[in-house]
């Protein structure tokens, strides 16, 4: 039985978690995060990634039992990626990070080995959805075929790795063509655009960071990953809505439905005119939320 068509993740934040690390696994439930990724990659040494494997089922329930989803991040190198997706997959895993996808002929590999896995572990197949990460200027002709891969829920593109193919340095202005045809991608396979448009050198540096997301909100993307917990809270927030915002998004649709029911296409609402795409707008809006644990 195959399992490709239910709704995707609303995510807003997706925190990392270094799998291994007894400090952050302790502590990730009261992140606040909508997921938690267990890296299984750059945080784990080449000599504790048997290690990290073996640590993932008693990791899963322990980040998760606040009501944070799962995602597990994977490693590029086929050697390393089945012993990893063999691991991985499992009914508390709800996606893999896939690192470094270079196509939809390396997205579907995976999804054999994936649904491999879920057959024998009698699992739906199709349950493990998956999120890509696009971090080299080779896969970006791919974009749209890589985003309308049946299992994907999300895809970001940029980041230190093409970055520094690209010879750039990490920033907003040098992934800004990439992460807007990454994002383009996103929203014609209808899955989510992950990504921010902030320099993120300075973990520290809040209000940049904020600034960054408030931009990539502006720009169309609507889930952001990080690395420390203090950006989990900022994530919500501008990836999310404000109870102001939710009561408006009602009162507009209520206010365009009344509208509508008398012939009208468009309407006034405190000082805008309100048509079609305003009001699907403010639908996707309350569509999100209401899949929000918090």
């Excluded at 990724?37 to 750059?42: P, Q, T, V």
């Excluded at 093409?162 to 990454?182: F, K, Q, R």
């Excluded at 209808?190 to 320099?199: A, E, K, N, T």
């Excluded at 952001?224 to 009602?250: F, K, M, Q, W």
Aim: hydrophobic share 50%; with cysteine; aromatic share 4%.
């Amino acid at each position: 039985m195959k399992d490709m068509t239910r709704p995707l993740p609303s995510w807003r934040s997706l925190l990392f978690v270094p799998v291994l690390s007894e400090r952050f696994l302790a502590k990730a439930h009261e992140r606040g995060a909508d997921a938690l990724i267990l890296d299984l990659e750059d945080s784990i040494l080449p000599t504790h990634k048997e290690a990290a494997r073996a640590a993932l089922p008693a990791a899963v329930p322990r980040v998760s039992q606040a009501g944070a989803d799962v995602v597990v991040r994977i490693n590029r190198p086929l050697e390393l990626a089945v012993p990893d997706i063999a691991a991985s997959v499992m009914p508390g895993v709800a996606a893999l990070m896939l690192p470094k996808v270079m196509g939809p002929e390396h997205v579907r590999l995976l999804a054999e080995l994936v649904a491999a896995r879920e057959e024998a572990l009698g699992m739906t197949v199709g349950h493990t959805r998956f999120l890509v990460l696009i971090e080299s200027p080779a896969a970006l002709p791919h974009l749209y075929a890589i985003a309308a891969e049946p299992r994907m829920a999300g895809m970001s593109v940029g980041g230190e790795d093409m970055a520094t193919e690209l010879g750039a340095i990490p920033s907003a202005d040098s992934m800004y063509v990439m992460a807007m045809h990454g994002l383009a991608a996103c929203r014609a396979a209808g899955i989510l655009p992950m990504g921010s448009m902030g320099q993120l050198a300075n973990i520290k540096d809040l209000e940049s960071y904020r600034a960054g997301l408030k931009r990539g909100r502006a720009l169309g993307f609507t889930t952001a990953s990080c690395i420390h917990p203090a950006h989990v809270p900022i994530i919500n927030e501008e990836y999310g809505a404000t109870a102001e915002e939710l009561d408006r998004a009602r009162r507009l649709i209520a206010t365009f439905e009344a509208a509508a029911a008398k012939g009208e296409g468009a309407v006034a609402f405190e000082g805008s005119m309100v048509d079609i795409p305003v009001v699907i707008r403010a639908r996707r809006l309350l569509e999100r939320a209401a899949s929000w644990k918090r």
